[in-house]
């Protein structure tokens, strides 16, 4: 399972660095930000499983940070907890009503106090299976979700991104090493959105196997898909040692213990739009968008090339 992730939010070096070293300490992955928009820069590229907020920061409030995670798909789903020395009743009511954090702490703070609230925040978002364990990506549900607004969106495109030989990779070089190309293609995705993208976008990643979806809008879709092929294809040998990596293959023994020949990793994608529906419910749209990411490799394969994308259910 990969550090869970925690962003701290202030502009008070003293007290920045006091919760980073405190929180390092207890095993979690630690990023600061002094200022807000530094704040949502981080946020877009890698996506914190909480959030701790102050509220008087140099550029903007902690509210419009808060306000601007709520207002995006990828980080709607971030707990956020407030750290501020703002303790009016209209401070608090803002914080935990119009921003909808979880929790609202009042400067000075017991920090074993808020380790304890940040813990069962956090534990309460695996029990829900909120989370990939090893991208922190959202997952089950929350994925879900997403998918049911694209019934009734008006504009809408999801992108299905399948990583071919994944499992022949594990088995040669181990889960551990499987696991940092998860990481790898997780990074790499909420990259390439947070460049190409907009406030729209969203990423996940199904619970079980190497399968994830975004969802954009349909203008933007195939500008996200031709850099998502190019930087997968000029990166992922990095994840193999030199000889498999010079030959373009690696080697593998099957279940009848014959020595066989796999092609380095690849990604299919399937594009569906709006167009292509409608579509009676979520595992109506899931099983189509599948099909045409399977069309994908299917046509990578007879056309000799290595990732590749089908957009739309009725592309040839």
């Not at 000075?108 to 990506?137: G, K, S, W, Y």
């Not at 992108?159 to 889960?175: D, L, R």
């Not at 030959?247 to 014959?258: A, C, N, S």
């Amino acid at each position: 399972m990969s550090k869970e992730r925690i962003l701290v939010v202030e502009d008070q070096p003293d007290i920045s660095s006091l919760l980073k070293i405190y929180f390092t300490a207890q095993g979690y992955e630690v990023y600061t930000a002094l200022r807000g928009q530094q704040a949502l820069e981080i946020c877009s590229k890698t996506p914190p499983n909480l959030a701790l907020l102050d509220v008087n920061l140099p550029d903007m409030e902690g509210y419009d940070v808060g306000r601007a995670l709520r207002a995006s798909p990828r980080t709607r789903h971030i707990p956020i907890i407030f750290l501020t020395a703002r303790g009016e009743r209209r401070d608090r009511l803002i914080g935990l009503g119009e921003v909808q954090a979880q929790y609202y702490i009042v400067k000075p703070f017991d920090i074993e106090e808020v380790h304890t609230i940040v813990r069962n925040q956090l534990e309460e978002a695996r029990r829900r299976n909120q989370l990939h364990p090893v991208t922190n990506l959202p997952t089950a549900e929350l994925l879900n979700e997403q998918l049911r607004q694209l019934l009734t969106a008006s504009s809408w495109a999801l992108i299905n991104v399948h990583i071919n030989g994944f499992e022949t990779f594990t088995s040669v070089y181990g889960s551990v090493v499987g696991e940092d190309v998860l990481r790898f293609v997780a990074l790499m995705l909420n990259e390439v959105v947070s460049e190409l993208g907009g406030n729209e976008e969203f990423i996940g990643q199904q619970s079980v196997g190497q399968s994830f979806l975004i969802t954009t809008v349909p203008e933007r879709s195939r500008a996200i898909c031709e850099r998502i092929i190019t930087r997968f294809d000029e990166e992922i040998g990095l994840h193999y040692n030199y000889r498999h990596r010079k030959q373009g293959y690696i080697e593998f023994v099957d279940d009848t213990g014959e020595t066989r020949q796999a092609p380095l990793m690849s990604l299919s994608i399937g594009v569906l739009t709006q167009d292509d529906g409608p579509f009676a419910d979520i595992r109506e749209l899931s099983e189509i968008s599948e099909e045409v990411r399977q069309r994908a490799l299917i046509q990578a394969r007879e056309q000799g090339k290595r990732s590749f994308a089908v957009y739309g259910r009725s592309a040839g």
